[in-house]
């Protein structure tokens, strides 16, 4: 079985908005699983183009946690292990996935199918939010981590990071944490976001941004986690 625990020890280490169209309106969508009003989305100048949202998915504000969801799933549960993943069909003795029903590229794990990006309908931004709200790709991660600051701080009683633009707007990313099994993990000190994309390499893990107060970057883990999602959606203005 590959890469397993390519993650565990390293997450065991325990200017006003500009709001732009989606479309041609600020919000989107209806309410999310968390009660969450329409997304509003943030216009970063970012050389693709793409707004990014104001807050978590199922949240209402910036610093509030929202929703988690396992990777490809587009509702919340309370029990976030692979033998509640809506695509393991199969796990080894130890409990960890042996085969995949969708988005595997790999024999090892049952029938390739080489999907690599989630479908709208697997999307859970799309599904909570429409209108062209989508989950971001990991490029888009890596576009909005280098064309921005970003600095450690604590706003309105939350730990989290806030990205900075060159034309003065930001956003907040609370340190939402993640869950597994049935716990919340590593709230205060982490954030785990996922992108839509599968790692190829090891289709038993998708690419997320994570972050703590020393760290960023956008790496690999377990699709049956349940980390936070930040929708975006492409300008048409």
Same mark, same amino acid.
Request: overall charge neutral; charged content about 20%; glycine content about 12%.
């Given at each position: 079985? /590959?890469?397993?625990?390519?993650?565990?020890?390293?997450?065991?280490?325990?200017?006003?908005?500009?709001?732009?169209?989606? *479309?041609?309106?600020?919000?989107?969508? @209806?309410?999310?699983? *968390?009660?969450?009003?329409?997304?509003?989305?943030?216009?970063?100048?970012?050389? =693709?183009?793409?707004?990014?949202?104001?807050?978590?998915? @199922?949240? +209402? /504000?910036?610093?509030?946690?929202?929703?988690?969801?396992?990777?490809?799933?587009?509702?919340?549960?309370?029990?976030? #292990?692979?033998? !509640?993943?809506?695509?393991?069909?199969?796990?080894?003795?130890?409990?960890? &996935?042996? +085969?995949? =029903?969708?988005?595997?590229?790999? =024999?090892?794990? @049952?029938?390739?199918?080489?999907? !690599?990006?989630?479908?709208?309908?697997?999307?859970?931004?799309?599904? /909570?939010?429409?209108? *062209?709200?989508?989950?971001?790709?990991?490029?888009?991660?890596?576009?909005?981590?280098?064309?921005?600051?970003?600095?450690?701080?604590?706003?309105?009683?939350?730990?989290?990071?806030? #990205?900075?633009?060159?034309?003065?707007?930001?956003?907040?990313?609370?340190?939402?944490?993640?869950?597994?099994?049935?716990?919340?993990?590593?709230?205060?000190?982490?954030?785990?976001?996922?992108?839509?994309?599968?790692?190829?390499?090891?289709?038993?893990?998708?690419?997320?941004?994570?972050?703590?107060?020393?760290?960023?970057?956008?790496? @690999?883990?377990?699709?049956?986690?349940? #980390?936070? &999602?930040?929708?975006?959606?492409?300008?048409?203005?």
């Amino acid at each position: 079985m /590959k890469k397993t625990i390519k993650l565990l020890a390293l997450v065991a280490m325990g200017a006003a908005l500009t709001f732009a169209a989606c *479309g041609s309106n600020s919000k989107v969508g @209806g309410q999310g699983s *968390g009660g969450a009003a329409a997304a509003e989305w943030v216009d970063l100048g970012l050389p =693709s183009g793409l707004l990014w949202a104001k807050c978590n998915l @199922g949240a +209402t /504000k910036p610093e509030e946690y929202g929703d988690y969801y396992a990777w490809g799933e587009t509702s919340t549960k309370e029990v976030y #292990f692979w033998e !509640t993943y809506k695509y393991c069909t199969a796990m080894d003795e130890k409990g960890w &996935v042996k +085969t995949l =029903s969708k988005y595997n590229t790999d =024999s090892e794990y @049952g029938t390739p199918d080489h999907l !690599t990006t989630l479908q709208p309908s697997d999307d859970v931004a799309t599904a /909570k939010l429409g209108n *062209g709200a989508r989950m971001p790709t990991e490029t888009e991660w890596r576009e909005l981590i280098a064309n921005t600051t970003s600095e450690w701080t604590f706003e309105n009683g939350v730990y989290g990071r806030r #990205f900075t633009a060159s034309n003065g707007k930001s956003l907040f990313f609370p340190a939402a944490g993640y869950r597994n099994g049935s716990e919340l993990r590593l709230a205060g000190e982490y954030g785990l976001y996922w992108s839509s994309s599968l790692d190829a390499d090891y289709p038993n893990y998708a690419w997320y941004f994570l972050f703590r107060s020393d760290y960023q970057g956008v790496i @690999g883990n377990g699709r049956q986690r349940g #980390f936070s &999602v930040r929708a975006v959606c492409a300008s048409q203005n």
